[in-house]
């Protein structure tokens, strides 16, 4: 649905517990999640019922793994790994006590406490190969892709998604598809231009200009508001439900704020 609003609250930072209820859009704060810190001093969520949430997994890259002293296996281990841990994502958050002794994942009366109202939705994020899509059309709501992408390129997968999920028994009116892309708005062209050369600026050596300007505009999401508009139908007549917007070209970084006011 276009209308769903997605509000992303990463559970590893530490925030203020009444960080979402205080500079949340208002129009949006009564789908906030209520963060409440336990009395063994452990964080805590409450209030599901009042969100839209949605749990993403995906295999994996080598600096996740070596930063927790994992080995980063083959391509096949690790979509063994996120294939179990998809499976057994959803037996927790039916809130029963879980115990699985797998390939991957060992559990005993494991219980996700606060057990949410309702299920999340659960999605699998990658570029798309036909094991990725298999088993996102078996096991999971959506499907969830980044940061580069053509319409064309695009169709071809959103194509191949909603055959895998009609391969596995479901209806793919029922499985969404999600995008992220690097994003680059300005006025006009001159301005997009020299919000381009800010962010180079701003962000560090090589950092900015890892991607052209010319790359941004055709893989990305970049140009002059009606450019934008025009590419974002483009993909909304292929599916996609949901838009994430990146700010810049690298991952979760906003350089320039006043793009997105």
């Known amino acids: 649905r276009m209308n769903d609003v997605v509000i992303d609250a990463d559970g590893h930072i530490l925030e203020p517990p009444d960080l979402w209820e205080t500079y949340l859009e208002p129009t949006y704060r009564d789908r906030a999640l209520r963060i409440r810190v336990g009395g063994d001093g452990f964080e805590f969520r409450q209030d599901f019922a009042s969100a839209l949430h949605v749990a993403g997994c995906k295999a994996g890259c080598s600096e996740e793994f070596e930063a927790f002293g994992y080995r980063f296996g083959s391509v096949g281990e ?47 994020g990658g570029k ?43 209806d793919p009116s029922s499985f969404r598809l999600s995008l992220g892309l690097f994003t680059l708005i300005g006025e006009d062209n001159t301005d997009v231009r020299r919000r381009y050369e800010l962010i180079g600026d701003r962000l560090p050596n ?20 009606d450019e934008v508009v025009e590419r974002m139908t483009r993909f909304a007549e292929l599916g996609v439900s949901e838009l994430i917007v990146c700010p810049a070209p690298v991952w979760f970084a906003m350089p320039d704020a006043s793009m997105v006011e």
């Open 78 to 124: 690790r979509f063994a790994l996120l294939e179990e841990t998809v499976e057994v994502l959803q037996r927790l958050f039916t809130g029963e006590a879980v115990t699985q002794s797998g390939r991957t994942v060992t559990l005993r009366d494991a219980v996700l406490r606060p057990t949410p109202d309702r299920p999340p939705g659960l999605w699998v």
């Open 206 to 225: 090589g950092v900015g200009g890892a991607l052209s300007l010319e790359t941004l505009h055709a893989e990305c999401l970049a140009g002059t508001p």
């Open 128 to 170: 798309g190969g036909p094991r990725l899509l298999r088993l996102a059309a078996r096991l999971a709501d959506g499907w969830n892709a980044v940061w580069r992408w053509t319409p064309e390129n695009y169709a071809e997968r959103a194509f191949a998604a909603r055959r895998a999920v009609e391969r596995a028994g479901r």
